[in-house]
């Protein structure tokens, strides 16, 4: 049985990831955290609580960006590992602006040291969450993989394309195959209380008025998680993977972000109070994502719609028990 190093397995996304991949048996699983307070650490041990005691999972609380590649291996205690699935990361593009030092520490850095991890230790899969940021503010609709000259707007999106290139470096060198999966904003139950359904929800809830930047009119791909994770699922069992490569994984159907917020309305039956604000800095216009390459190469298919999705985080938000954030 392989074993999965999985940095980031007590996140949103991670913890997701997590459950499909104990449930369907193939694999051992070492999930990596830091356990960074970014949102409230609270929930992250909530999200893998579930797995504690499983046979096949064990933890390790280490920061990738602060720990030597010597001391990564320490805490493996010898145990081989097969596969990185590297989905740790600083996310948010606004936070980024304000702390850019912190963002390449993690997001570069990290993923450097995990590189040299699998070269010193002779891991030959690597497959590395990357995001939509990278294509910045690209007319070039929908969104393709071979885009030349990407150009991003915020040192979030700049870190996820500069470590996508040490993946490629290692691929070349270092006999990796390093699958870079571009994520398009993910959205479900557990996800952060910072994303927007999560935040308008929240806001909604307590009578708030929900903010948009811009006049929305600005729109995203999202992408329930659980297509992601199978995303991930596909390029895990990719055997013809080349050296090298950079996948969009999303919905491939952009929606307005007062689409969005009417369907949250619709779902919640609400009628919310709206701000328009400003547009920030380092937001891009729009995202969409070609999935022909994924669609192609992994069979991917994304199946939940936006309003299937919304109506699935509302019952886990309002389910008993549910962890309040």
Known sequence: MQTILL??????????????????????????????DFYPVAIKQQNIRRFAGHPR??????????????????????????IIIHLAAKAGVR??????????????????????????????????????????????????????????????????????????VYAHLHNITFTALRFFTVYGPAQRPDLAIHKFYNQVRHNEEITLYGDGSTSRDYTYVSDIVQGVLKSLAWKEAPPFSAINIGSGRPVTLLELVHTLEEAMDVTARIRFMDEQPGDVKHTYADISAAQCLLHYAPAVSLREGVASFLRWKESPGAFDY
């Open 95 to 168: 936070p980024s602006i304000e702390h850019p030092l912190a963002y390449y520490q993690t997001n570069v850095l990290g993923t450097l040291n995990l590189l040299e991890l699998a070269r010193q230790t002779g891991v030959q899969r690597f497959i590395f969450a990357s995001s939509s940021s990278v294509y910045g503010n690209n007319a070039h609709m929908p969104w393709k993989e071979t885009e030349q000259g990407l150009r991003p707007i915020s040192p979030y999106a700049s870190s996820k394309i500069a470590a996508e290139e040490l993946g490629q």
């Open 57 to 82: 999972f064990s933890l390790l609380t280490m920061d990738i960006a602060f720990s030597t590649v010597q001391e990564l291996r320490a805490a493996l205690q010898g145990k081989p590992v097969d």
């Open 7 to 36: 940095t980031g397995g007590a996140g949103f996304i991670g913890s997701h990831l997590t459950e499909a991949l104990l449930a369907g048996g193939g694999y051992n699983i070492i999930c990596l955290d830091s356990f960074d």
